[in-house]
């Protein structure tokens, strides 16, 4: 996945607000990327215009060979659900299905069977066997996002796309999604794109890119929570 030149400005005039200013970033496969910046700095909005979740006012961005910002709304609500997956801060469960079902909602509204063993894996590997008959508020939050995790990954994704995905998580809960996460790019080369203003969660990351008002400023690869903590006490300085 890559993005090149993208900007993103809402509204017009004077009232317009420009959120990104021309930003190129490529995503190889299997790697982990984090995405931080100070509040306002754009990275959630430069998330969303990856994942398609919101169109860019110029650039491109590219899922292999396809285009992202020239797809019909149609055949980019179709790219997502077959290519992408998503994990979001709120769960984004469905409160009157169980755990399994949750899971399963993503294939079945792609007319998609899932593979058993696939399933089984990440059940397995998230610790939900005993939660799958479970609905969401018979479930703690770290529960509920791991099945958010499930199903996002349950597809095969290219990309999983995660904002602030321990944002609303205790540290051990927190900890428990993202080792998951890390194991997902080590074990199954997933790719892994993250929102995180937690220093300890971009410390899961391969690499982390930095923005501020609407640009890559800072990019730190193999991080630590001190060098985490260091970049960003510098750009906030």
Not at 18 to 44: H, N, Q, W, Y
Not at 51 to 76: F, I, K, M, P, Y
Not at 108 to 117: I, Y
């Amino acid at each position: 996945m890559a993005a090149a030149g993208v900007v993103k400005t809402y509204g017009a005039g004077d009232g317009a607000v420009t959120a990104l200013r021309g930003v190129s970033a490529a995503f190889t496969r299997g790697r982990f990327t984090a995405i931080m910046g100070p509040s306002g700095s754009g990275k959630s909005t430069f998330l969303h215009c990856l994942a398609g979740l919101d169109t860019v006012t110029s650039g491109t961005v590219a899922l292999g060979e396809v285009d992202l910002t020239a797809l019909s709304r149609t055949r980019l609500t179709e790219l997502r659900r077959e290519r992408l997956g998503f994990v979001f801060q709120s769960f984004n469960l469905l409160p009157m299905l169980t755990a399994e079902e949750n899971i399963r909602l993503t294939g079945r509204l792609g007319n998609r069977r899932a593979d058993r063993a696939w399933f089984d894996t990440i059940v397995d590997a998230l610790g939900l066997r005993e939660r799958l008959s479970h609905r969401p508020s018979e479930l703690s939050g770290g529960q509920q996002q791991r099945v958010a995790v499930a199903r996002a990954l349950l597809t095969r994704p290219e990309v999983l796309f995660a904002d602030e995905p321990t944002g609303n998580l205790d540290s051990r809960s927190g900890a428990e999604v993202l080792g998951f996460l890390r194991r997902a790019v080590d074990a199954y080369r997933q790719t892994v794109i993250m929102v995180t203003h937690d220093p300890g969660a971009a410390a899961h990351a391969d690499r982390v890119l930095f923005l501020a008002d609407g640009t890559i400023v800072d990019e730190l690869t193999a991080p630590t929570i001190d060098a985490v903590h260091a970049r960003m006490r510098r750009m906030e300085g």
